[in-house]
């Protein structure tokens, strides 16, 4: 729950007073923050006021008292039952949070999750290496599968970090929150960098060339010729398929 007040005016400290009091009047309220940026002195007097500072002391809850910059000082400092430099520490204050405790939860929860998928991915690999040798409609029907399931689980890990980060929000503060977007963001470039070299490698393999029609033009020394000239200076020509291989010569 939010209340705004004027800090600056002539009349701040009674406004701050008696948002002060409608706040604590809420039975939901267990604990007050007043929180201000820094300034000057003249800035900050209204802080000063001993009625707003009797009001901090009489409240019927904690008051957190968070006014300016690290090195500026006020009454209501003294008589908040807490005080910080930042309105962050503040926040912290008034709801604990074991940041560590969560931050390693974090990290444990990722690393199962990496390893539990890693070794699902080696599992199905090592199910599409045993299926390779059976026939070919069998092979395209598992890999089929195989890559419905890696979907699957893409998408279960991506569920699994959202609703780890979800926690983490709640739990270990934006430090946390910040940490395990950096990790997202740095596995999802690694994924998209294999990706992308998957990809790259599969479009120069020799072996698909052959296979849509073309055929590799060699020397009898297994030199590969690229060029009419190279061919006739060769003479002697070995033309590789994808089934295999056949001896010619060069004529005219």
Request: aromatic share 2%; hydrophobic share 45%.
């Amino acid at each position: 729950i939010a209340d705004r007040a004027r800090t600056l005016e002539r009349l701040a400290a009674p406004v701050i007073a008696t948002a002060l009091r409608d706040l604590a009047a809420i039975a939901e309220v267990e604990v007050v923050i007043v929180a201000r940026g820094g300034g000057s002195l003249a800035d900050l007097f209204a802080f000063c006021d001993e009625a707003l500072c009797r009001t901090v002391a009489l409240l019927r809850v904690p008051v957190i008292a968070s006014v300016g910059h690290h090195t500026d000082r006020t009454l209501i400092d003294d008589v908040a039952a807490v005080c910080c430099s930042t309105p962050t520490h503040a926040a912290e204050a008034a709801v604990p949070i074991d940041c560590l405790a969560a931050r390693a939860d974090l990290l444990a929860s990722g690393r199962r999750l990496h390893t539990h998928g890693r070794r699902a991915i080696a599992d199905r690999a090592r199910t599409l290496e045993r299926l390779a040798a059976a026939p070919g409609h069998h092979v395209a029907r598992e890999r089929r599968r195989l890559h419905q399931l890696l979907r699957e689980l893409r998408a279960s890990a991506r569920r699994g970090v959202a609703r780890g980060r979800e926690r983490a929000g709640v739990h270990a503060s934006g430090l946390a929150r910040s940490t395990e977007r950096a990790r997202s963001t740095d596995r999802a470039a690694r994924r998209r960098e294999l990706e992308r070299l998957a990809l790259a490698l599969g479009a120069h393999d020799p072996e698909r060339t052959l296979a849509r029609g073309y055929a590799l033009v060699e020397d009898r020394a297994g030199q590969a010729l690229g060029s009419a000239a190279a061919a006739r200076s060769a003479h002697d020509l070995r033309l590789r398929f994808h089934d295999g291989a056949i001896d010619a010569e060069v004529s005219g």
